[in-house]
C-alpha cells in the first residue's frame, strides 16, 4: 500500500469531505424540487435561462404559471386527479403532450376485435387526441383513456421490463391499464409521476419520441409530467 506522511489525507477521506461539501451547499441553497423543475438547457449548464418554458413558466424569469395549452382558453394546471376529470399530460424535458397516433393492427390471434393505437409526444394544442379522460379503477388506481380512439392508455403486453412501450388499447380491465399519479412538489404546480399498476416501480418514460416504461427515478425530467385539466377541446386535430 502507499504510504502517507504525516498530516496527509487519504484520497478517500478527501472524496467523502469534497461529496459532503455538495450535499451542504445543495441542502443550503436549492431543494431536490428546484433541481428537477430547472429548465433544461444543455448549451448553459448553469441553468440560469433568464426562463422556465419548457416547465411551463414565464419568459421574464422566475416560476411563473404554466405556458397555456392551445389558446390557454380550454386547459388549466390540475392540481388534484380524480375521476371524471378531462387532461392534457405535458412531459416536462420536451415541453411536448401525449397524442393519439396513428392506428396499429393487433395480432388477431390473440387479440380478436381489439383495436391499438402508437402514443406520440407532439406540440401542445388541446385537440381531442391529446385529451384523456380519467377513469376510476378502484383504490386510487385510474383508466386513462383518449378521447378521440376511445383507447386506453396500456403498457404492451403487460410487460414489467425496462423500455416496454407504452399504446393505445381496447379497454379492458387488466393492470396494464390501470396507473397512479405520484404528486411532485407542491400540488398547485401539477407535476407528477405515473406509475403502472403491473409494474409499480415502473413509470412513464419519454425516451427517442416514444413513450414507455423505465425504472421510477428521482429528479428523472423525462419521466415528470405536468397535468392539465381541460374543460373542453380546443384546436382541430391533425
Not at 438547457?41 to 395549452?69: K, V, W
Request: with cysteine; hydrophobic share 35%; proline share 6%.
Amino acid at each position: 500500500e502507499t504510504a502517507y506522511t504525516a498530516g496527509a489525507m487519504h484520497p478517500r477521506a478527501r472524496l467523502f469531505l469534497f461529496i459532503a461539501s455538495g450535499g451542504f451547499a445543495l441542502g443550503c441553497s436549492e431543494t431536490m424540487f428546484d433541481l428537477l423543475t430547472r429548465d433544461r438547457d444543455d448549451s448553459n449548464p448553469s441553468g440560469d435561462s433568464g426562463g422556465d418554458s419548457a416547465l411551463g413558466g414565464n419568459s421574464s424569469g422566475g416560476s411563473g404559471s404554466p405556458a397555456p395549452i392551445g389558446d390557454g382558453t380550454h386547459c388549466a394546471t390540475l392540481t388534484d386527479a380524480a375521476p371524471g376529470l378531462r387532461l392534457a399530460l405535458q412531459n416536462v424535458r420536451d415541453g411536448g403532450c401525449l397524442q393519439a397516433g396513428r392506428a396499429t393492427t393487433p395480432d388477431p390471434d390473440t387479440n380478436a376485435g381489439a383495436t391499438q393505437s402508437e402514443v406520440l409526444l407532439s406540440e401542445c394544442n388541446d385537440g381531442d387526441a391529446q385529451i384523456f379522460d380519467l377513469i376510476a379503477a378502484d383504490s386510487g388506481w385510474f383508466e386513462i383513456r383518449n378521447e378521440s380512439k376511445g383507447e386506453n392508455l396500456d403498457v404492451q403486453l403487460a410487460s414489467p421490463a425496462d423500455g416496454t412501450l407504452v399504446h393505445l388499447y381496447s379497454p379492458h380491465e387488466l393492470y396494464n391499464q390501470n396507473f397512479v399519479f405520484r404528486p411532485i412538489g407542491p400540488s398547485s404546480t401539477g407535476l407528477t409521476q405515473i406509475a403502472a399498476r403491473h409494474a409499480p416501480t415502473q413509470c412513464f418514460t419519454v425516451r427517442g419520441g416514444k413513450l414507455q416504461i423505465q425504472p421510477c427515478t428521482v429528479g428523472a425530467e423525462d419521466q415528470v409530467f405536468r397535468l392539465f385539466e381541460c374543460t373542453e377541446s380546443g384546436a382541430s386535430d391533425p
